[in-house]
């Protein structure tokens, strides 16, 4: 049996022991929130223990989930190309200039965002930014580095296609997703992505990667007041809006139904999903112990303990608690030998009704509530991690004080808080569950025969 990743796993933040050293009063991380004359803001945290800058930045509201069925690939492309190029520079020259000082620059995308990151010594920071707005107003997306993305990308796919857990992904998001853009394929499809063109990827640039949706972090060896001129320089000449979109909100989809797509696999993938809560809900950090104990724990977590260490029917079982801008929801992943799946499933469905009608006991949510406290301190170690952090509830829309409060708020859940947010959020008879494999003594309610959104 294969050892399984969590795909979704609690995020719990810390900062370095040097950051930490920096602490004003009671503040748990000094953020500071910088706005250039030009109207940009960005949170900062200043830290001079060493002699680096990182800036992360995303376009909240840009990402996959605007493509069209026909040019699924469109964002994830243009993450590919956006440094392969820019203004004078062609793609060898773009990557010399960077490579010749040390700076490092990449861009990204998920559903509901376009990201970057930009990473420098600050002697080098101004020909940092001055490559950063370069990117960003002038991207060439010139043909021989658009070829070869698109070829990097459609052999991904089709190596993809032997992978069973990437199938069982892409299956996951038809189903919980099913007539909703999430449910499209963000890598793009071995028809799409041939069909995307340098002005498709240079209309997006240009309406949708707006100052509006614009949320930007900074970490490292820089003030306020010197920070404050390079936002207007990095990101002033962008439009000042993008078009507004038109995405819906969704509910998990096929509640209670169970889909499989055959493969001739010893194992089967087991995928499933039930509708979640947001990080403004009230009960988010009573769920998120309770998710911690159910199975985001790995060792340790009711259903690793019965899965695998009481039954050997697994290498790995886990939840997360997954926040999307128009959906939460409750994710397991697992996988096990075809023979053991409908124990499996019975299993996690008796685990399910567990947490909701029986109160969890004083030493679970305690060593729960003391790992989510208490890892903090030990995850961010540097510059980077430090901004991807704050730029993370910039994204959540959180305060700019949320850390200070964070603790507090995980030490104050209760055993009865538990056992409300469960019996509220946890419906076994509703699950939506994806598998990929040939099941034994398993009917499911629908097979599908080939994947949507691959070809």
């Known amino acids: 049996m294969r050892i399984l990743r969590p795909i979704v796993v609690f995020v719990v933040f810390a900062f370095s022991a040097s950051t930490a050293s920096a602490q004003q009063g009671d503040r748990f991380l000094d953020i500071r929130e910088v706005t250039s004359p030009g109207g940009i803001t960005a949170w900062l945290v200043e830290d001079k223990s060493v002699p680096v800058i990182a800036v992360e930045f995303a376009f909240k509201g840009a990402g996959s989930a605007l493509e069209s069925p026909g040019k699924q690939g469109l964002v994830r492309l243009l993450s590919n190309t956006m440094d392969e190029g820019a203004g004078d520079l062609d793609s060898q020259a773009f990557q010399s200039a960077l490579s010749a000082d040390s700076i490092s620059l990449h861009f990204g995308a998920s559903r509901d965002a376009f990201s970057g990151s930009l990473k420098t010594l600050k002697e080098n920071r ?13 991207p060439r997306f010139d043909e021989e580095p658009l070829e070869r993305m698109k070829q990097a990308n459609l052999a991904r796919i089709r190596g993809s296609l032997a992978d069973p857990e990437w199938l069982a992904a892409r299956l996951f998001n038809d189903v919980a997703f099913e ?22 990827l240079r209309q997006f640039a240009n309406t949708q990667l707006s100052r509006d949706r614009l949320r930007v972090a900074v970490t490292g060896d820089i003030t306020a007041d ?12 962008l439009p000042a809006t993008a078009p507004p979109a038109d995405i819906p909100d969704l509910r998990v989809q096929n ?28 009960d988010y950090y009573a769920a998120s112990v309770m998710n911690f104990i159910l199975g985001s724990s790995g060792f340790g977590s009711r259903l690793m303990e019965r899965v695998r260490e009481k039954r050997g029917l697994t290498y790995g079982i886990y939840t997360g608690m997954v926040n999307f801008d128009h959906t939460d929801f409750v994710r397991l992943s697992t996988s096990t030998e075809n023979a053991n799946v409908p124990e499996v499933m019975n299993i996690i469905r008796e685990e399910w009704e567990r947490m909701r009608d029986e109160p969890v006991l004083p030493a679970e949510i305690e060593t729960a509530k003391a790992y989510l406290v208490g890892s903090m301190p030990l995850m961010l170690s540097s510059t980077d991690r430090i901004a991807e952090l704050v730029l993370s509830m910039q994204l959540d829309n959180l305060p700019i004080g949320y850390l200070d409060k964070r603790d507090l708020m995980i030490e104050s859940v209760t055993i009865d808080d538990v ?36 070809e």
Not at 419 to 433: D, F, M, Q
């Open 126 to 138: 101004d020909k940092a930014f001055d490559l950063l707005e370069l990117a960003l107003e002038q």
């Open 179 to 200: 007539g909703h853009p999430y449910a499209l394929n963000s890598g793009g499809t071995l028809t799409t992505l041939p069909a995307i063109t340098a002005d498709d």
């Open 226 to 237: 010197e920070l404050a001129p390079l936002l207007d320089d990095a990101f002033g000449d």
């Open 255 to 282: 509640a209670g139904g169970v889909v499989l797509f055959e493969r001739d696999i010893p194992q089967t993938i087991i995928e499933i999903a039930q509708p979640g809560i947001g990080r403004d809900h009230p």
């Open 419 to 454: 056992r409300r947010v469960a019996k509220n959020l946890l419906v076994p008879e509703a699950l939506t569950v994806v598998m990929v494999g040939r099941p034994q003594g398993m009917e499911p309610t629908r097979t599908v025969e080939t994947l949507p959104n691959v």
